[in-house]
């Protein structure tokens, strides 16, 4: 069943950004293709304007000391399974401590010649032709072991932010279990608590809709859209769905 995310908060629609981002880095830079090594440098240019702009590691600090003390509290539950909780609270610990001693993501990447010298042509639509890129094309024309071994060197200046992500978004996932709603006309308005930060829906297979939503941490709205003719428009009919409140 497909699922759709919706972030009610700023610091959350940046950690989704960073996570597909790094989903597509992780695709596009195991292949051997050429072709999908410049799509690799498109998805990491966008992923360290992103780094630059925001102090995610702030952030996920903050985020992994609350889990820390979250998985604290829940290892006094009678019913815990002490051992799957003890690994993941290893985990954050690692993973937070490893952030704290670690710099900005990314800032090691700005010293790195070869990335700076082709960084800004691919902000120019077609400017990665090997006219415009001869030293990308070299780079291209290496070995599949150098150039791994390249791409391995630049990720390991964002992976620890990035698995930090993956992990607290894991652990905010797993924590809302999916209720079956119905939106009459094609709209449904929910109140949330200051804690809820992610929305998700959850639509059947088959379904002729997608939900749209707009509003905050304390309410929101889901509108139904159908697609005619390549054009969206709102859905006036029943539609039953599946949600989870992220907090």
């Known amino acids: 069943m497909p699922v759709y995310e919706f972030p009610l908060n700023e610091k959350m629609r940046n950690y989704l950004r960073i996570e597909d981002l790094m989903a597509n880095i992780t695709l596009t830079s195991s292949s051997s ?5 410049i799509q690799f440098f498109e998805h990491l240019f966008t992923l360290l304007d992103l780094l630059e702009r925001i102090d995610i590691r702030g952030d996920v600090i903050k ?17 815990i399974d002490n ?8 985990a954050v610990i690692q993973c937070r401590d490893g952030l704290k001693t670690a710099g900005k993501p990314g800032s090691e990447l700005k010293s790195d010649g070869f990335l700076q010298s082709i960084r800004q042509r691919f902000a120019i639509p077609g400017a990665t032709c090997s ?4 030293q990308l094309h070299f780079w291209l ?4 072991e150098a150039r791994s071994k ?7 200046s964002v992976i620890l932010v990035s698995d930090a992500i993956s ?10 279990q999916f209720v079956d709603v119905v939106a009459k006309t094609g709209f449904y308005q929910g109140n949330a608590d200051d804690k809820n930060v992610l929305i998700r829906i959850k639509m059947p297979p088959k379904a002729t809709v997608y939900p749209t939503l707009s509003g905050n941490k304390y309410r929101y709205a889901l509108r139904f859209m159908e697609m005619e003719a390549g054009q969206s428009i709102a859905s006036g009919s029943e539609v039953t769905f599946s949600m989870a409140a992220c907090k």
Request: charged share 20%; proline share 4%.
């Open 83 to 90: 051992t799957a909780l003890s690994t993941t609270l290893k």
């Open 167 to 176: 992990m607290l978004l894991g652990l905010l996932r797993q924590r809302s």
């Open 131 to 134: 006219f415009d890129l001869p």
């Open 63 to 79: 985020d992994l000391d609350a889990q820390e003390r979250n998985l604290v509290i829940w290892s006094q539950h009678p019913n």
């Open 33 to 37: 293709s050429s072709r999908l090594h």
């Open 141 to 144: 024309g290496k070995s599949d």
């Open 150 to 156: 390249d791409i391995n060197t630049w990720l390991s």
